[in-house]
């Protein structure tokens, strides 16, 4: 669980306290509180090969109360953390609006509370995706993590 404070980045606060704990690969299953504003982007219509990209950036000044918020975390490949994050949020005049989350422009109001959990034997590396054309988070299986699953011993039934 992370606590990120009055001032602090969203998306930065959510990297300090996973550098910190050496969490580098695993999901943002929960996040709820307040924004001093919002910077996010969303997908339109675009004429390329999957048919859509991300907006320009809008920004709704706040307050901003979030509404919900999920993402992954893991890394690029130069090794440094990467925070992917969506929410949905509603501005004060009740509006809601939602979309992925831009790093260094979402500084927290009063508090933002989120639930982190780590992945064991799978590391997340944000890779080019050709299909795509486009950088991803992709699992990875950890060299040391081929069987996770407890053996388990035959026994005779007859």
């Known amino acids: 669980m992370i606590r990120v404070r009055p001032g602090i980045d969203l ?23 307040s924004l001093g504003k919002a910077s996010f982007m969303f997908l339109v219509p675009f004429d390329n090969p999957m048919g859509s990209a991300y907006c320009d950036p809008v920004t709704i000044e706040g307050p901003v109360e979030i509404l919900s918020a999920q993402g992954t975390l893991g890394e690029e490949e130069d090794g440094s953390l990467f925070v992917h994050l969506h929410g949905s949020f509603v501005d004060r005049d009740g509006c809601v609006h939602g979309g992925h989350l831009i790093k260094g422009q979402n ?52």
């Open 11 to 33: 998306i930065m606060g959510i990297e300090e306290v996973c550098e910190q704990s050496g969490l580098r690969s695993g999901s943002i299953s929960c996040c709820v509180g």
């Open 107 to 158: 500084p927290v109001l009063f508090t933002a509370e989120i639930m982190v959990c780590g992945f064991e034997g799978v590391r997340m590396l944000r890779l080019h995706d050709p299909e795509i054309g486009m950088k991803v988070l992709t699992p990875v299986v950890k060299e040391k993590a081929k069987d996770l699953r407890p053996k388990r011993s035959r026994q005779n039934t007859k």
